[in-house]
């Protein structure tokens, strides 16, 4: 089976857009989310529809859960506060309804899936090759993904090595069990402003890191229409 994952959209409209027709030219036969769908960017509504019509699978992320009223805001950042308190101002009543039901994490055969890590689904980053070994650790599938860092990684249980992943960056599933996450759709942190998914082929045992350029500007525009926070 071929899976394109993606995660951490944050109501980038023109970012996730860019990805699916993308992902439309690839032609897997199904597309996973893990999570944070909305805050931060200026189009939380359409972004939940896309993602409901395209994904046969969707985590919530700890964003989604702030929008919705399941976290403390003053754990967040004050920017993403903001943000988050402006999305649920206007979020459409088919979008709670989306979000609401989903979970922080999955299971699939073999692959276990997390919005954050395994050992807390919401909020711990896999940023260092300590917590990335205690998430491997903590789970058993041969494979595991998860988001929340925005950063596309991957880590190997044999090699004990975090590794950032550019575009193009192949992974043999076969070799090792591994911890990937995708990168960021509509918040990308790792200096590429360009839009990051993933390829899986179950079968083939393989993984492949994407990039995707779209129209930042468009974006920033719209952020700054809605009064959302510069940065």
Partial sequence: MRIAVISDIHGNLHALEAVLESIDADAPETVWCLGDLVGYGPRPNRCCALVAERAELCLIGNHDLGVLGGLD??????????????????????????????????????????????????????????VAVASLAATKAPLVLVGHSHVPLRYGWEQQALA???????????????????GSVGQPRDGDARAAYMLLDLDAKRAEFRRIRYEVAKTQAEIRERGLPEA
């Avoid at 943000?83 to 649920?88: H, K, L, N, P």
């Avoid at 979020?91 to 989306?98: F, I, M, P, Q, T």
């Avoid at 992943?165 to 995708?182: K, Y």
């Fill in 73 to 130: 805001l003053d754990e967040f950042s004050q920017d993403a506060a903001a943000s988050a308190r402006w999305t649920a101002e206007v979020l459409s009543d088919e979008s709670r309804a989306y979000l609401e039901p989903l979970e922080p994490q999955a299971v699939r055969e073999d692959v276990e899936l997390y919005h954050a890590s395994p050992r807390d689904p919401i909020w711990e980053y896999v940023l260092s090759p300590q």
């Fill in 164 to 182: 950032l992943c550019e575009e193009g960056t192949q992974v043999d599933l076969a070799r090792e069990r591994w911890l990937l996450n995708p």
